[in-house]
């Protein structure tokens, strides 16, 4: 079986630290591969001991180190798409893989269910979209047998179950099993590993599809709430008595 895994490289958000001075993150954050991507690559792994094949990892815009870690933890290759504007939004991401996709033909293609840093959720269904194969999201448990994925996903009042046969695009959450760790052994043979680079013309894509659909605005930080006045233990009439003394010293009544 191919097994495609999509992975992201962010910065660490147990690092992230915001400068209003400056309007931005504070420069020089460590970036590492986005957490969902590390629980997608590793039912990968587990798919691939099941069932046998290959997987190959890959990302849009600069990942060395997501990618090392990909391959550390036993992905057999890896590729790197990069090029001016990338990986821009989540469409322009969106497009870049499915092109790179159309290439490869997996049969399956996980990837997590957002980043820590847009945190849209969009890439993996556009990617669906896109190549018009199927899409679980929210995936916290799955079971392959007979040529069909028993897929068990989150939803808002429960649990749901799909049967799913491939081609298809499954959406991690952290609900699976902990990412394995990259061991000595796998982080010496991940050196030997091809990491093949690529540019959007080398899948057939040119500037004009790759517009960005969204733009994004300065970061801000939220202005401070006022803590409020929290009125107890008094009887109901003393207690309208001192809000109407609150909003009168505020001019807040006609």
């Given at each position: 079986?191919?097994?495609?895994?999509?992975?992201?490289?962010?910065?660490?958000?147990n690092a992230?630290?915001?400068?209003?001075?400056?309007?931005?993150?504070?420069?020089?954050?460590?970036?590492?591969?986005?957490?969902?991507?590390?629980?997608?690559?590793?039912?990968?792994?587990?798919?691939?001991?099941?069932?046998?094949?290959?997987?190959?990892?890959?990302?849009?815009?600069?990942?060395?180190?997501?990618?090392?870690?990909?391959?550390?933890?036993?992905?057999?290759?890896?590729?790197?798409?990069?090029?001016?504007?990338?990986?821009?939004?989540?469409?322009?991401?969106?497009?870049?893989?499915?092109?790179?996709?159309?290439?490869?033909?997996?049969?399956?293609?996980?990837?997590?269910?957002?980043?820590?840093?847009?945190?849209?959720?969009?890439?993996?269904?556009?990617?669906?979209?896109?190549?018009?194969?199927?899409?679980?999201?929210?995936?916290?448990?799955?079971?392959?047998?007979?040529?069909?994925?028993?897929i068990e996903?989150?939803?808002?009042?429960?649990?749901?179950?799909?049967?799913?046969?491939?081609?298809?695009?499954?959406?991690?959450?952290?609900?699976?099993?902990?990412?394995?760790?990259?061991?000595?052994?796998?982080?010496?043979?991940?050196?030997?590993?091809?990491?093949?680079?690529?540019?959007?013309?080398?899948?057939?894509?040119?500037?004009?599809?790759?517009?960005?659909?969204?733009?994004?605005?300065?970061?801000?930080?939220?202005?401070?709430?006022?803590?409020?006045?929290?009125?107890?233990?008094?009887?109901?009439?003393?207690?309208?008595?001192?809000?109407?003394?609150?909003?009168?010293a505020r001019?807040?009544?006609?």
């Amino acid at each position: 079986m191919k097994i495609a895994v999509l992975v992201k490289q962010v910065p660490d958000p147990n690092a992230v630290r915001f400068d209003p001075r400056l309007g931005d993150l504070v420069p020089g954050i460590q970036e590492v591969a986005n957490e969902y991507d590390l629980y997608a690559l590793e039912a990968a792994l587990r798919l691939r001991e099941q069932v046998g094949g290959q997987i190959v990892v890959a990302s849009v815009g600069p990942a060395r180190d997501a990618l090392n870690r990909a391959l550390a933890m036993g992905a057999d290759r890896a590729v790197s798409i990069e090029g001016e504007g990338l990986p821009g939004d989540s469409w322009v991401t969106a497009t870049v893989l499915a092109a790179w996709l159309r290439g490869e033909q997996p049969d399956v293609i996980w990837c997590g269910q957002e980043t820590s840093d847009s945190g849209t959720g969009n890439v993996g269904p556009a990617v669906a979209a896109l190549l018009d194969i199927p899409l679980v999201s929210n995936v916290v448990g799955w079971e392959f047998r007979d040529g069909v994925f028993t897929i068990e996903r989150e939803i808002e009042d429960g649990h749901q179950f799909q049967e799913v046969a491939p081609p298809l695009v499954l959406c991690a959450l952290s609900a699976l099993p902990q990412p394995r760790l990259p061991t000595l052994r796998g982080i010496m043979d991940a050196r030997r590993k091809p990491v093949e680079r690529l540019g959007p013309a080398d899948l057939g894509l040119d500037a004009s599809e790759l517009v960005p659909l969204v733009s994004w605005a300065g970061l801000s930080q939220p202005e401070a709430k006022a803590a409020g006045i929290v009125v107890q233990d008094v009887s109901p009439d003393e207690a309208a008595e001192r809000l109407l003394v609150f909003l009168e010293a505020r001019g807040l009544l006609g």
